[in-house]
């Protein structure tokens, strides 16, 4: 899987890098919250997720990441 960042105006959506690649591939857009600029992705660790996930109730965090994959798959094939 690759990860491009982008944002997101007035119905245009601008890259900030296009993958180089011969391959059609399907796409998954998704609009965060705060913008992606600033979230320190290169700071961020093992460390600091487990801090930000020390309150997380759900019985895991990885099931529940594959529970929500499975459902946007199945409302894609759908």
């Given at each position: 899987?690759?990860?491009?960042?982008?944002?997101?105006?007035?119905?245009?959506?601008?890259?900030?890098?296009?993958?180089?690649?011969?391959?059609?591939?399907?796409?998954?857009?998704?609009?965060?919250?705060?913008?992606?600029?600033?979230?320190?992705?290169?700071?961020?660790g093992f460390?600091?997720?487990?801090?930000?996930?020390?309150?997380?109730?759900?019985?895991?965090?990885?099931?529940?990441?594959?529970?929500?994959?499975?459902?946007?798959?199945?409302?894609?094939?759908?």
């Open positions: 899987m690759t990860i491009v960042s982008g944002k997101y105006f007035n119905g245009q959506i601008t890259l900030d890098k296009f993958p180089v690649t011969d391959k059609t591939f399907s796409v998954s857009i998704s609009f965060l919250e705060e913008p992606f600029s600033s979230l320190r992705l290169e700071a961020f460390l600091e997720s487990q801090e930000l996930l020390k309150n997380y109730k759900a019985p895991s965090f990885a099931d529940e990441v594959i529970k929500e994959r499975r459902s946007s798959l199945l409302t894609i094939l759908l």
